[in-house]
């Protein structure tokens, strides 16, 4: 399988506990974003990367939110001190770098968060 | 800011219908995309639209990208079981927004 994959898929924790999710994109795929998707709405940009480099971060990003792509691969992102609020499904998208009008993203599976 | 407005919100259809549902915005935007998102999935992409007026068919679903720049509209022939879903529109201009998305449930 050679689309996008997010690791865990479901992730339970209690409030104030630390979770980090995984992505990796689709290889050849030097972008990558973090939505998180509520029940009932579309997804929400959270940040992306061109290669190991985070261009945007919205403002949904709070400090408790830090993500990385370290070597312009893989990604991962971190929710410390997790709060009920943060329940929600946490996707991942690549795509390739087609120049401005071609930012075609495909989406991982997502990352079912509970917070208890 | 940037807002996408999807409608219906819902719809129930009898399976061997046609469907039709739009997405507005008060923004320009320099791409549209379909998404289709079953349970528990990710959106999936359906189909890209990248210029004003251009229609574009894959099988039985046509879009088509608004002359303004702000709106697009998704069309499915001939509805089956499996088209069932949440359809996603999002536009693009400096990032992806989202719309709220169609639900789309298909009696058989």
């Known amino acids: 399988d050679t689309g996008v994959s997010q690791d865990p898929r479901h992730k339970i924790t209690k409030r104030g506990q630390n979770v980090t999710f995984r992505c990796d994109p689709i290889s050849e795929h030097n972008r990558l974003y973090w939505y998180r998707q509520t029940l009932g709405q579309g997804p929400e940009f959270l940040t992306y990367f061109q290669n190991e480099a985070q261009l945007e971060k919205s403002r949904l990003l709070s400090d408790r939110f830090s993500a990385e792509r370290p070597k312009g691969s893989f990604s991962t992102l971190e929710i410390q001190r997790t709060e009920q609020g943060d329940s929600a499904m946490y996707l991942c998208a690549s795509s390739l770098d087609g120049g401005f009008f071609s930012d075609t993203q495909y989406f991982g599976p997502g990352t079912r968060l509970t917070v208890l | 800011g940037q807002q996408l407005n999807q409608s219906p919100q819902s719809m129930f259809i009898q399976e061997g219908e046609d469907v039709s549902m739009n997405c507005t915005s008060s923004?320009?935007?320099?791409?549209w995309l379909w998404y289709k998102q079953e349970p528990g999935e990710g959106p999936v992409l359906l189909i890209a639209l990248y210029k004003a007026g251009e229609l574009t068919s894959n099988g039985r679903l046509t879009a088509q990208f608004g002359i303004t720049r702000k709106d697009s509209f998704l069309n499915i022939s001939a509805s089956i079981p499996s088209d069932v879903g949440i359809y996603f529109c999002a536009g693009l201009y400096d990032k992806v927004i989202f719309g709220p998305g169609t639900s789309l449930s298909v009696i058989p």
């Open positions: 923004s320009i935007f320099n791409t």
